[in-house]
Antibody, heavy 120, light 106 residues
Framework: EVQLVESGGGVVRPGESLRLSCTASGFTFDDHGMSWVRQAPGKGLEWVSG????????AYADSVKGRFTISRNNAKNSLYLHMVRLRAEDTAFYHC?????????????WGQGTLVTVSS | DIQMTQSPSSLSASVGDRVTITCRASQSISTSLNWYQQKPGKAPTLLIS???TLQSGVPSRFSGSGSRTDFTLTISSLQPEDFATYYCQQTYSTPFFGPGTKVDMK
């Protein structure tokens, strides 16, 4: 059974940093690209960042480019999102999602998400 | 970035109704279009990829069509478990979701 479990969310002040993690199981992790998708409470889905199966190619939404960094450790079946200079508008549930193929999408399995709250 | 729009933003329907949701891309995306279903408090699930490929386990009452800029998700006979919000997403370039269509009970 495919499982994706996010961790690392919490409450931070504007300008601070946070690192999210996602632990994957039930599939061959390095066969798939991975993404982070966020959803502010009561709002729609926003694709945030993606990384290909090997980690050599990454992409970001314009809203986070230059502030967020995605990475992966295939030996640990783990995906990460390092977020700096956080803003109030970054407040959201952050979901880890598996790419159906080796690139950035579509996302065929999702974790339940970890909540990031940016507030002074 | 390639932007996505959806219509309608919400609709009310009854069990057994045929439901159609439209998604439009700001430029051609070939068939790199995916549809997701999301129920309250749950993570989204992938219904259809590549415009018309039904994911394993998804009921055949769901279908997708379209290419280039105009796409459609059709539910042939709405069932009680289909009341949810539906999102399209382009993966032709940096992935981008549409704003969503909420399907609720009439």
């Amino acid at each position: 059974e495919v499982q994706l479990v996010e961790s690392g969310g919490g409450v931070v002040r504007p300008g601070e940093s946070l690192r999210l993690s996602c632990t994957a199981s039930g599939f061959t992790f390095d066969d798939h690209g991975m993404s982070w998708v966020r959803q502010a409470p009561g709002k729609g889905l926003e694709w945030v960042s993606g990384i290909n199966w090997k980690g050599g190619s990454t992409a970001y939404a314009d809203s986070v480019k230059g502030r967020f960094t995605i990475s992966r450790n295939n030996a640990k079946n783990s995906l990460y999102l390092h977020m700096v200079r956080l803003r109030a508008e970054d407040t959201a549930f952050y979901h880890c999602a598996r790419g159906k193929h080796g690139g950035y999408g579509p996302q065929d399995y999702w974790g339940q998400g970890t909540l990031v709250t940016v507030s002074s | 970035d390639i932007q996505m729009t959806q219509s309608p933003s919400s609709l009310s329907a009854s069990v057994g109704d045929r439901v159609t949701i439209t998604c439009r891309a700001s430029q051609s995306i070939s068939t790199s279009l995916n549809w997701y279903q999301q129920k309250p408090g749950k993570a989204p699930t992938l219904l259809i990829s590549a415009a018309s490929t039904l994911q394993s386990g998804v009921p055949s009452r769901f279908s997708g069509s379209g290419s280039r800029t105009d796409f459609t998700l059709t539910i042939s006979s709405l069932q009680p478990e289909d009341f949810a919000t539906y999102y399209c997403q382009q993966t032709y370039s940096t992935p981008f979701f549409g704003p969503g269509t909420k399907v609720d009970m009439k």
